[in-house]
């Protein structure tokens, strides 16, 4: 008997998810392997219940404290960016907000360092985590535009709000041929960006408009 509260019904059901990775399909979402998450992960336990019913409509939904959690296609595309270029072992991630992308982003890669400056949302990350048995991940409270100083290089670094210029340290604790995915600019005009480390520079392509919320510093 499948577990009803993860694998869903009505709503939440594998045909609503279905609906959503077709709709990512069309906008060009082509990771075989990030679609197959965006199906598996039930995006549902991420929102307060009453929200369910609208957990696998792309959009962004409320998740407490004046955040919310990302919209599918910003997850999909973020993820599918940042694994263009190989397999990755060490991924940073910058604002864990509820979970979502966290989980959707962990069984792709060897292990997640994931950071959130507000303590109640990663305290309720890591219990929603811990359920759906996803394990390669560490959590640190704190202001993750410092990076992760003990735990560096990252091959991979994706961080979910958006600051008005990249922080320095992000890009120190990125290892050659590794990808820094990262919204930039203030709000009403920010781009997605993609940082690779070369041997001698530094590469950024812009990957279109995008929304987030902005990144903050301290902790909450
Ligand atoms: N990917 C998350 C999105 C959360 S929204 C999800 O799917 O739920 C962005 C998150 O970044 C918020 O929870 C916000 O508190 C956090 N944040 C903002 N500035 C931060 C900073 N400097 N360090 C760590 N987290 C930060």
């Not at 960006?193 to 987030?212: K, M, N, Y």
């Amino acid at each position: 008997m499948p577990d009803l509260r993860f694998s869903g019904i009505g709503m939440t059901s594998a045909r609503t998810r279905d609906r959503l990775v077709q709709r990512l399909r069309e906008q060009g979402i082509t990771s075989l392997a990030v679609l197959d998450r965006i199906r598996n992960v039930p995006r549902h336990i991420f929102v307060d219940e009453a929200l369910g019913s609208r957990a696998y409509e792309d959009t962004a939904l409320p998740i407490g404290f004046g955040q919310t959690i990302s919209q599918p296609y910003i997850v999909a595309r973020m993820t599918e960016a940042l694994l263009q270029g190989g397999p990755l072992q060490k991924v940073l991630e910058v604002g864990t907000g509820c979970g979502y992308q966290t989980a959707v982003l962990a069984p792709l890669v060897e292990r997640v360092y994931t950071i959130e400056r507000i303590e109640p949302l990663l305290d309720r990350a890591k219990e929603r985590l811990k359920e759906l048995g996803v394990r390669n991940v560490r959590f640190r409270h704190g202001d993750g535009s410092a990076g992760w100083k003990t735990q560096a290089p990252f091959d991979g670094i994706l961080v979910a709000a958006a600051p008005l210029i990249v922080p320095e340290a992000l890009l120190k604790q990125l290892q050659v041929g590794g990808r820094l995915l990262v919204p930039v600019g203030p709000e009403g005009e920010q781009e997605l960006v993609r940082f690779t480390r070369r041997e001698q520079r530094i590469d950024r392509e812009s990957l279109g408009p995008v929304a987030f919320v902005p990144l903050l510093g301290g902790t909450g």
